[in-house]
């Protein structure tokens, strides 16, 4: 008997030794592609002998800064996931996970200023992917009493993985503990799968809605190097090497998957690795940041209000532009269609980032005032106060500009517990402010 029929086999000997629900994590990439694939065929099996008792969750992350061509194919597969599952009487649901907004993205590295991530500083995974998925599985926990969760992580990914994976300590019937999760159990049932079987299961069996040759092309183009062939070769080289991610991660040197689509017909996305480009090297550039930290410790702190500004006024061109290059490509296509719309940035986010500029000391608006500059937020009514009464002000020297940087500064420092450095701080302001004024009139 091949291994496929091996681990579907195993797979029910799993299903009928307990009452736990399953979930079934679902990136969109080959090897969760693979167990998704794996449970649905197991699960049509039983339905038809009336033997399927249990709810199966797929359970799928969206950071909300997926690379859009796999946000768009992940979304397209949970939706035909559900829809088969309703027209199939299968007991199955899917759930896309988001951060809250207060904790995404752009919320805190324009609202609150934190530096792009680093591998020492990776702010963003956490806040992201890990606290969504543990607030949903635990709220599953506290629904069942427990569950299994089913894992694509094979040993032959990695030494690290395979690592990773033999240090966890099995029960009887080679479950393990889940490290943050009470009464939550994990099921890896490819890890063991080379990469070669993984392409050549899924070349071969399509799901019911449709093969995976969209999916191949996608780690084709990512890793500029053809390397699926396997699922329709097995001599050919082996598949896999494409890692899709966040299109704005910081954390690797370069997005080699992003290059990889940009040189294999997804040109239209050139502005979002632009963007990400200038983050990389924004977050290394002590000009583009406090001196002080918010702890008031002395040191690279937040981006600065400048800074933030500009990055956002950034993303809503690069967000202008990837809409113009993308119609212009899919414009002739049979599936084309012109109400589409790629977001980079939701309302919500735009709210809370001029929240965090107010309390950080910016008296304009300006994140809503930047939006409206793009068509976003056109409801908004902006109204300051302060700055309103400081354009009636009409005293010659004074200049609102240099105001609000200098307030700015001001703000920040007021909930710190050390003010030392402030006024240097304010001098720097002031200086570079007028080393601008005096390079624009020159």
């Not at 329709?232 to 090497?241: A, D, F, H, R, W």
């Not at 017909?265 to 583009?288: F, H, I, S, T, V």
């Amino acid at each position: 008997m091949e291994i496929f029929q091996q681990t579907i086999e195993k797979l029910k000997e799993q299903y009928f030794s307990d009452n736990r629900p399953w979930v079934v994590t679902y990136s969109g990439g080959k090897d969760s592609t693979t167990v998704l694939h794996l449970v649905i065929t197991m699960i049509k099996e039983l339905h038809k002998e009336g033997k399927d008792t249990k709810h199966v969750y797929i359970v799928s992350s969206d950071t909300t800064v997926e690379m859009p061509i796999i946000e768009n194919y992940t979304n397209t597969r949970l939706n035909q996931i559900t829809e088969y599952a309703l027209n199939s009487g299968l007991k199955l649901s899917c759930h896309k996970l988001e951060p809250k907004i207060e904790e995404s993205f752009w919320t805190l590295m324009l609202g609150k200023g934190y530096p792009a991530p680093t591998s020492s500083f990776r702010w963003c995974t956490e806040r992201m992917k890990i606290n969504p998925a543990t607030e949903f599985l635990k709220s599953l926990v506290n629904k069942h009493q427990s569950i299994l969760m089913l894992l694509g992580v094979r040993t032959d990914e990695s030494i690290a993985r395979a690592n990773s994976i033999e240090s966890r300590v099995l029960n009887h019937r080679g479950l393990s503990v889940h490290d943050a999760i009470p009464n939550a159990y994990v099921l890896s049932p490819i890890k063991y799968w080379t990469n070669e079987e993984v392409w050549t299961y899924l070349g071969k069996n399509p799901f019911p809605w449709g093969d995976h040759s969209y999916m191949m092309s996608l780690y084709d183009k990512g890793s500029a190097e053809g390397d699926c062939n396997i699922a329709l070769n097995p001599e050919s080289p082996s598949c896999g090497k494409t890692r899709f991610g966040c299109w704005v991660c910081t954390v690797v040197e370069k997005d080699r998957s992003m290059e990889g689509m940009l040189k294999n017909g997804e040109e239209w996305m050139q502005p979002l690795w632009a963007y990400r480009e200038k983050l990389y090297n924004y977050r290394n550039d002590p000009e583009k940041r406090d001196t002080r930290r918010r702890d008031g410790s002395k040191g690279a702190g937040p981006f600065l209000m400048d800074t933030r500004k500009e990055l956002l006024e950034e993303l809503f061109k690069a967000e202008k532009e990837v809409n113009i290059n993308y119609h212009s490509m899919k414009i002739n296509a049979k599936d084309y269609n012109p109400n589409e719309k790629i977001g980079l940035i939701k309302n919500d986010e735009i709210e809370l980032i001029q929240q965090n500029w107010n309390y950080d000391g910016d008296i304009s608006n300006s994140a809503f005032r930047i939006a409206q500059k793009y068509d976003k937020l056109l409801n908004k009514t902006i109204q300051t106060e302060l700055r309103t009464d400081l354009e009636k002000l009409e005293e010659e020297d004074f200049n609102i500009d240099l105001f609000e940087r200098i307030y700015e500064i001001q703000a920040y420092r007021k909930n710190i517990s050390s003010r030392y450095g402030i006024l240097n701080d304010i001098e720097k302001r002031v200086v570079d402010f007028y080393k601008g004024e005096f390079r624009e009139v020159n």
